[in-house]
Structure formats: C-alpha cells, structure tokens
C-alpha cells in the first residue's frame, strides 16, 4: 500500500468532516457546540488559521490565533488519514503540537499514521520539540505515540489529558 501525503484542500472537507465528527463522537477530540463541523473545517483551510484558547498556571486564559498545518494521507487517490498541527505559540515554532491525528478504520495498522507523524516531523528543523494531548479514551493513540518516541511528561489530575512531548 502506497501512501502519499500532501497539503489538505476544500475538497477534503467531506473526509476531515466525517473523521472530525467520528473522532468527538468517540471521546478522541473536542467539537465546538452549536458551530458545525464544516464550517471550523471551511474557515481552518481557508485561513491556515485556528483561534484557541491558551490556560495559564493561575486559571487565567488567553485567546489567540496560531498558524495550522493539515496534511491529508491518501492511497489510491483517496483520502484515509489527516494530520493538523501548529506551532505552540504563535511566535514560537521551535515546539510543535500534534493537534489532530485520525485515521479511517479500514487502513489501520497499515502505516498511514506513522507516515503523517514522519513527514510532520521532517518538515521542521533538527531540535524542534514535538507534543500532543491525548484525552484518555485515547489510549491507541499514547501508545502509538510512545512507540514513536514520544514520552508522558504529564497526567492531568482533573480531566486525565495525557500530555506526551518529544525529544
């Protein structure tokens, strides 16, 4: 099976739709109440942009905007498999999240995540610091990470985020 990945379009939508919605439906990611999937996909590849909100030690958040990437894994001229990241702050790209990592159901196991998580990781300069948040229904996820090198710096006490960073 050849993969071959590349940059996300408008005409990915369906795909990111359907994986995004399979993904909260799931407990793997956070959708956005009352805003409809297509619409966060339409704006996010149109702009290359997300806003999020950023929680300080104290409590205390900030809403800022922050570049994203979207790359799409595709065999056989389809779609089976999407990546989104973004710099951690938006000054700042020497540290990488992995924001978003899905895969159809019937391509697991068949090397299309690692395929997205190494070309993600060879698009940026030697030291930069990868990451990820990983709700802990996830856990097919903390574990493929692991064996990528990535290592469980934290737990969080409230909600059990697993938060894994690299090197």
Do not use: N
Not at 45 to 69: H, N, T, W
Not at 92 to 109: F, H
């Amino acid at each position: 099976m050849k993969t071959i990945i590349r940059d996300a379009t408008l005409d990915d939508l369906s795909f990111l739709v359907g994986q995004f919605d399979e993904g909260v439906s799931g407990g793997h990611f956070a959708g956005q109440p009352g805003v409809p999937t297509a619409r966060i996909w339409h704006e996010w590849l149109r702009k290359r942009l997300m806003v999020r909100k950023c929680f300080r030690p104290d409590g205390s958040f900030i809403v800022e905007q922050v570049r994203i990437a979207t790359s799409i894994a595709e065999v056989d001229g389809k779609p089976v498999g999407l990546l989104l990241s973004s710099p951690e702050t938006p000054a700042d790209t020497s540290a990488i999240e992995i924001y978003m990592l899905s895969v159809l159901k019937s391509v697991r196991r068949q090397g299309v995540a690692s395929a997205l998580i190494r070309v993600e990781e060879h698009r940026h300069v030697a030291g930069t610091t990868f990451y990820a948040r990983c709700y802990p229904k996830s856990t097919w996820a903390i574990g493929f990470l692991q064996k990528h090198g990535y290592r469980v710096e934290r737990i969080s006490p409230d909600s059990g985020m697993h938060y894994l960073r690299k090197p």
